[in-house]
C-alpha cells in the first residue's frame, strides 16, 4: 500500500505537543511526522502537510483545517479531535459529533482514506476519571459516525499502555515521545504498513513516596493546571499565537 499525499488534521495531540524537536516548524515533531517518514520511504512522490494547531476544539478545526485539508486532494487523511470539548461539561457531545460526523462524510466523499480517534480511556487517571462517561459517550458517537462514512478507527480508548504515565509529558495532558513514538506504531499498524519503527524507550519506575507524590502533585497544579484553568476562564487558547506548522504538501526530510 502506498500514499502520496498525506494530511493530517487536529489539535496539540497531532501537532506533536510533548515532542520536542528544536530542528522543525514549531519545535516539535509528533507521531504524523512519524508516521510520514515511513510513508516516505514506500514512494517517490510523497507529500505531507500537518495543519493541527494545539488547543483547538473541533468546531475551530473544521472551520480552519478542512477546506484548506480539501484542496490539497489527499489520499490519507487523519483527524484526532475533541478531547478540548470533551472536558467541558456544557458542550453537547451529540451536536457536536454531528457537526464532526459531516465534515467526515465530506473527507471521506474524496476517496482518501480517512483515519480517526477514539479519545483514550481516563479511567487510570484521578484526575480525568470524573468525566470516563463523557469520554465513553464521545467514543461510542465517533464510532457510529466512522462506521457510517468508512473511517478506520485507530483506538485510542484500548491502547492500555497510556496507563502507565511515562508515555506522557511532564503536564499531564499530552503524550511525551515515547507516547507519540508508540501512537506512531500504532497508526502504521492499522494502516497495514511494514515497518521497523522500535519499541519506545521508557525512563526506570521508581516508587515515589507519599510525600513526593504530594510534591510533585502540587507543582504540577502550578506549572500547568492553574494556568490551563486560567485560559479556560478568561477566553484564551494555547494555540492563539501558533500557525499550522506544515500547511502546504512538502516532502519529508
Known amino acids: 500500500m502506498e500514499f502520496h499525499r498525506y494530511v493530517a488534521l487536529g489539535d496539540s495531540f497531532t501537532e506533536g505537543v510533548g515532542d520536542p524537536d528544536p530542528e522543525r516548524p514549531n519545535g516539535l515533531r509528533g507521531w504524523a511526522d512519524r508516521v510520514a517518514e515511513v510513508l516516505a520511504t514506500r514512494t517517490d512522490d510523497f507529500g505531507y502537510a500537518n495543519l493541527a494547531i494545539r488547543g483547538r476544539k473541533v468546531d475551530a478545526i473544521l472551520a480552519e483545517q478542512l477546506e484548506p485539508a480539501l484542496a ?9 479531535a475533541g478531547a478540548n470539548d470533551i472536558m467541558r461539561p456544557k458542550v453537547d457531545l451529540d451536536a457536536l459529533v ?40 464521545y467514543n461510542e458517537l465517533v464510532r457510529e459516525a466512522a462506521d457510517r462514512h468508512g473511517a478506520t478507527i485507530v483506538d485510542y480508548w484500548r491502547m492500555r499502555e497510556y496507563r502507565d504515565w511515562r508515555y506522557w509529558d511532564i503536564d499531564r495532558m499530552h503524550m511525551g515521545p515515547a507516547g507519540h513514538a508508540l501512537m506512531a506504531t500504532r497508526v502504521l499498524d492499522v494502516l497495514g504498513i511494514p515497518h521497523d519503527l522500535p519499541a519506545p ?11 513526593e507524590r504530594r510534591r510533585a502533585n502540587l507543582a504540577w497544579t502550578r506549572a500547568h493546571a492553574v494556568p490551563w ?19 502546504d504538501l512538502g516532502p519529508v526530510e
Open 201 to 211: 524507550e521508557l525512563a526506570e519506575l521508581v516508587a515515589a513516596s507519599p510525600a
Open 72 to 80: 490539497l486532494a489527499p489520499d490519507l487523511v487523519t483527524v484526532y
Open 98 to 137: 454531528g457537526r464532526y460526523d459531516e465534515a467526515l462524510g465530506r473527507l471521506a466523499a474524496t476517496g482518501a482514506r480517512l483515519l480517526v480517534w477514539t479519545a483514550f480511556d481516563p479511567g487510570g487517571s484521578a484526575i480525568y476519571r470524573p468525566m470516563r462517561g463523557r469520554f465513553a459517550l
Open 229 to 247: 484553568v486560567h485560559r479556560r476562564l478568561t477566553g484564551r487558547s494555547s494555540g492563539d499565537t501558533v500557525r499550522p506548522r506544515r500547511p
